[in-house]
Every structure is written in C-alpha cells, then in structure tokens.
C-alpha cells in the first residue's frame, strides 16, 4: 500500500475529497521567504520546528538565531507564529 493509497483511505473514512496532509499554501511559503531575505540582510535566519508532536521545549513554531553563531535571538522553544516573526522583523 502506498502513501498515496493510505491518504486517499483515510479522506473516503473522513468525508473529504482529499486528506489534508503535510501542504503548506502558497501564501506561508511567500510570507517565510519574504522574512528569510528580510533576516538575511540582518545576519539572522529563519528555523521551523521539524518536531510532529508539540511539547514544553518545542511547540511546532519559528525560531529566530543568528546566522553566524546559531545563537538564538527569539523564540526559544520554537513558540513564534508566522505573524509574531513578521512582527519582530517588520515593525
């Protein structure tokens, strides 16, 4: 059985069309860049959380650290939504 099989699966089981998945739109994917180039010229990089499961120490956010030690500036516990970032960078 493929991936393919599984979700399909699982959205006829749920009522859906199709199973959501792992998509991100193509408005996150924009808003991320724009903030990436915005950190870049700053000496400062963009982190997402890769965890699946939230927890204490990492809750499935942002993290802003420096680019040339890693050291963090924002969001230690990967707690910063998109908008907080946008926040931070553009204001």
């Not at 499961?53 to 924002?74: C, K, R, T």
């Not at 969001?75 to 204001?91: K, M, N």
Request: glycine residues 6%; negative net charge; aromatic residues 8%.
């Amino acid at each position: 059985m493929t991936k393919k099989d599984l979700e399909k699966g699982l959205a006829d089981a749920f009522g859906l069309e199709e199973w959501p998945g792992e998509k991100v739109s193509n408005s996150t994917k924009s808003r991320e860049q724009r903030i990436r180039r915005a950190l870049a010229k700053d000496f400062c990089k963009l982190v997402k959380s890769r965890a699946r499961n939230w927890s204490a120490d990492n809750q499935l956010g942002y993290m802003i650290v420096s680019a040339d030690n890693n050291v963090i500036q924002y969001g230690e516990h990967f707690e910063l939504t998109l908008e907080d970032v946008e926040r931070i960078v553009f204001e």
